[in-house]
């Protein structure tokens, strides 16, 4: 049972745009979510993250929106950049003292120049 | 400063081989974590560590043996592996949000293994 669902493999844009990369989970329970960006050869790097009491979080050039009654969940990138050129991994977990961290199998997003 | 520094970067290893892969954060995180992960797949839990005791082990074979000498590190000793646990095998640690109730995971760079 995949709890935290990334629908689209692969997302291609061009440089300048918005990027819009989109998750859905199933757990209700789910309490924290995050966003991390993976290149290949490297761990994971957290990008940004979403509590369920927020809808939006926003950091540079990255923003997280939430909503929870849709249980979906996505990060905008304005503007795109070749570097941001990556996989990018949600994941969620239940908060408190719940240490498992379920990830989504995670989107390549590759920005053309 | 978020750093989780993992050594080494890369190491093959035989059958019967013993090795060990470690792990430092000086961020003063109580939680740290084993992932494992193969190409083009999320990362899979491991171990998790809360205040240097064993809080979770996800049903790992016992030839992967975790260790938390103290509140900076954490150690994976490896010994009998087979060829199918080549991998990336990431180090993390986290810590809960202040206002929030979810712990934000900070992943080390990796250590690939290949098993042969």
């Known amino acids: 049972d995949q709890q935290v669902k990334q629908n689209s493999p692969s997302l291609s844009v061009q440089e300048g745009r918005i990027s819009i990369l989109n998750c859905d989970y199933t757990n209700s329970m789910f309490d924290y979510f995050l966003w991390y960006k993976k290149y290949p050869a490297e761990g994971p790097t957290f990008l940004i993250s979403i509590s369920s009491i927020k809808d939006k979080n926003e950091d540079g050039r990255f923003t997280v929106f939430l909503n929870k009654s849709a249980k979906h969940l996505s990060l905008h990138i304005v503007p795109s950049q070749p570097g941001d050129s990556a996989v990018y991994f949600c994941?969620?977990?239940?908060?408190?003292?719940?240490?498992?961290?379920?990830f989504g199998k995670g989107t390549l997003l590759t920005v053309n120049p | 400063d978020t750093e989780v520094t993992q050594t080494p970067k890369h190491l093959v290893m035989g059958m019967t081989n013993k090795k060990s892969l470690k792990c430092e954060q000086h961020m003063g995180h109580r939680a740290m974590y084993w992932y494992k992960q193969k190409a083009k797949k999320p990362p899979e839990l491991m171990f998790v560590?809360?205040?240097?005791?064993?809080?979770i082990n996800e049903s790992v074979p016992s030839r992967f043996s975790p260790e938390c000498p103290n509140s900076s590190l954490l150690n994976l000793h490896l010994h009998a592996l087979q060829p199918e646990d080549s991998a990336l095998y990431l180090c993390a640690s986290s810590q809960r949000q202040r206002g929030y109730s979810g712990n934000t995971i900070y992943f080390g760079e990796g250590s690939w293994l290949t098993v042969v």
């Open positions: 994941a969620a977990h239940p908060g408190g003292s719940n240490y498992k961290l379920t």
């Open positions: 560590y809360s205040y240097e005791k064993l809080s």
